[in-house]
T-cell receptor, first 111, second 121 residues
Framework: DQQVKQNSPSLSVQEGRISILNCDYTNSMFDYFLWYKKYPAEGPTFLISISSIKDKNEDGRFTVFLNKSAKHLSLHIVPSQPGDSAVYFCAKLIGNEKLTFGTGTRLTIIP | DTGVSQDPRHKITKRGQNVTFRCDPISEHNRLYWYRQTLGQGPEFLTYFQNEAQLEKSRLLSDRFSAERPKGSFSTLEIQRTEQGDSAMYLC???????????????????FGPGTRLTVL
C-alpha cells in the first residue's frame, strides 16, 4: 500500500525556469507533508514542509502547494539552478513522527 | 563534525553472514530512526528510539533484524543470516521532537546520515 506516490521518476528543466514536482497521496490522515532533497552518496536533507491546515508555504525559491480535495501536493522551484539537480522525495508525517516517503523524482537542471 | 555519522559506509557480505551497522546521531538529539532504501524506492521506516527506548518497529523488521540504543546515544542495527533481499542502503536519522502551536505539532526535522550501503552476495 503505497500511501505517497510520485508518478514522475524524472524531470528536466532549463536553468532559470520553474521546476514543478508533484506528489499524490491516498490516506487523508497526516499532520505534515515534507519535501527532502537527496544528492548521490549523501542522506536526504529537509527542504520545506506544509501543515495539513495550510494550502501554501513559501521559503525563498521554494513553494509547496497542498490541494486536499485532490489529495495532491506540488513543490515549485523558481528560478531553477544547477545546484537543484538532485532526487526529491515527498514524505508524509503523522503523529508519531515516522516519515512515509514517495519513490522520488530525479530533477535535472540543464544549464 | 556535528552531523549524523554512520559506519561503515559500504559493506559487502556473503549470504548467511551477520552484519552490524553503527549510527552516531547529533549529540543533543534524543530521537533516532532507522530507514532502508532499495533501488528506485524512497526510504522505508524500520524503527525508532526515543533515548534508549525502542518505541516502534515496522513489520519490515523481521526477526533477523535487531536494533539497539543502549545508552541513548549511538545505535546499532544488526542483521543476522543475511539474504540477498537485504541488499539496500540503510539510513539513520536523528531529531529533537518538535513543539507545535494550537494543538498541532511542528515537524521535527530529521537529519539523515550518509547511509550504509549493504551488498549481500
Amino acid at each position: 500500500d503505497q500511501q505517497v506516490k510520485q508518478n514522475s521518476p524524472s524531470l528536466s528543466v532549463q536553468e532559470g525556469r520553474i521546476s514543478i514536482l508533484n506528489c499524490d497521496y491516498t490516506n487523508s490522515m497526516f499532520d505534515y507533508f515534507l519535501w527532502y532533497k537527496k544528492y548521490p552518496a549523501e542522506g536526504p536533507t529537509f527542504l520545506i514542509s506544509i501543515s495539513s491546515i495550510k494550502d501554501k508555504n513559501e521559503d525563498g525559491r521554494f513553494t509547496v502547494f497542498l490541494n486536499k480535495s485532490a489529495k495532491h501536493l506540488s513543490l515549485h522551484i523558481v528560478p531553477s539552478q544547477p545546484g537543484d539537480s538532485a532526487v526529491y522525495f515527498c514524505a508524509k508525517l503523522i503523529g508519531n513522527e515516522k516519515l512515509t516517503f514517495g519513490t522520488g523524482t530525479r530533477l535535472t537542471i540543464i544549464p | 563534525d556535528t552531523g549524523v555519522s554512520q559506519d561503515p559506509r559500504h559493506k559487502i557480505t556473503k549470504r548467511g553472514q551477520n552484519v552490524t551497522f553503527r549510527c552516531d546521531p547529533i549529540s543533543e538529539h534524543n530521537r533516532l530512526y532507522w530507514y532502508r532504501q532499495t533501488l528506485g524506492q524512497g526510504p522505508e521506516f524500520l524503527t525508532y528510539f526515543q533515548n534508549e527506548a525502542q518505541l516502534e518497529k515496522s513489520r519490515l523488521l523481521s526477526d533477523r533484524f535487531s536494533a539497539e540504543r543502549p545508552k541513548g546515544s549511538f545505535s546499532t542495527l544488526e542483521i543476522q543470516r543475511t539474504e540477498q533481499g537485504d541488499s539496500a542502503m540503510y539510513l539513520c536519522a536523528s531529531s529533537v521532537p518538535g513543539v507545535g502551536l494550537g494543538g498541532g505539532r511542528s515537524p521535527n526535522e530529521q537529519f539523515f546520515g550518509p547511509g550504509t550501503r549493504l551488498t549481500v552476495l
